[in-house]
């Protein structure tokens, strides 16, 4: 997990820099990213998969100069929007190097992913593959793609963030026979040129147990193409969804371990494949890459009890954040770890629920953490590991104005997003008058 780093005075570093100074620089809530742990993340991928592609699934963490991180690590990108694959090409990131997602693109998205000459576009609906053949053959080119397939594995994941079981939105089920016939459907397109299967199975994923299920499942998929076509299918891609630590009980593998792992399983399932007919392999990492670097930085505002049980108490700790700057324990359960980041203390533990100040009694940061017991209003607490899904899936509920993330790299400091402004809030409001 991220190195928490105390100075001499008690107070928390990143990136060489005490947070005290952060925040009184771009005040609270903030985020923070280490540079140097993001693109050490990036380029381990990178390295430890090499001969693979790894795109890294831009809907973690995207902003222009992380793209432009992810484009100089030499890694490739995966985008879900239209917005984001605006952002990732801003960033630098070559459109080659680009893959687009989506259960819905719109038309609009699919010309703008086509104008812009994305590497590859991952089908996920018969609908889709008229639209997109049309699209070219309006332009007369041809658009690479991959078909994402569900391939029927249930990952130990959270429902919401698991995606290969059969009852869902996303791809084309291999066991209900839709993914070959969506893969038939791209080779007999004229102007769409089909480079394999994809196939995501959900998020958070520590063992390679499911891994292993889905490359089985779409290597058979690959092979009853050869039986229907007779032609190799010259790419896999595995997606994402490498766990990493939030809490200390959480053992995530490194990217060398997965790497090795995946490629005994690929090679296991290829067994009598001529060498040129092993599929090029790829995966999608996000959170792992971008989620251990970044840290949640907020200020303490009220302390308060509540009597559980007789002599059982538990403290109340509310922070100028919460659900709409992270929303993912609200959501998802999520456990994350707080700390205390502005000082040290001697005192002893108190059992401690770290909350945000939003109207919902489920807006809970952290919800069981040993705090310092002397623990005090304008104190920081510090949430690591905080980088993924949390400012992408900001909300401005209750009026929140989204925080800013700052990147931090040999105790220098610069903004990635700025703080948002009532300004800018104020700007989308039709009834607003700016003199009233
Ligand atoms: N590839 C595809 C096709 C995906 O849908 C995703 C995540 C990834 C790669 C990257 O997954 P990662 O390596 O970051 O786990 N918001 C949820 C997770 C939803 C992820 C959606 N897709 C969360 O906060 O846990």
Redesign the pocket.
Known sequence: SQTVVRNAEGALEVGGLDVREIVERVDTPAYVMDEVDFRARARAFRDAFSGWDVYY?A??FLCTISARWIAEEGLCM?V?SGNELTVALAGGMPAARIGF?GNNKTVAELTQAVEAGVGRIIIDSMTEIERLQAICAEREVTARVMVRVTAGVEAHTHEY?A?AHEDQKFGLSITGGQALEGLLACHAAPNIELRGVHS?IG??IFETAGFEVAIRRTLELHRAFLDATGEHLPELDL????GIAYIAADQPRSAEHLAGAMQALVHRECRGLELDQVPHLSI?????ISGTPGMALYRVGTVKMVTLAEGVQRCYVSVDGGMSDNI?PAL?G?EYSATLASRASDAGPLLCRVVGKHCESGDILVRDEFLPADIAPGDLIAVPAAG??SRS?ASNYNHALKPPVVGVRDGELRTLIRRETMQDLLALDAGWTPDA
């Open positions: 699934a809907k973690s995966d879900c997602h963030i995606t995501h998020s958070q997606g994402g969804g490498f999608e990492p996000g959170r792992a993912r998802y999520a993924a899904y899936m």
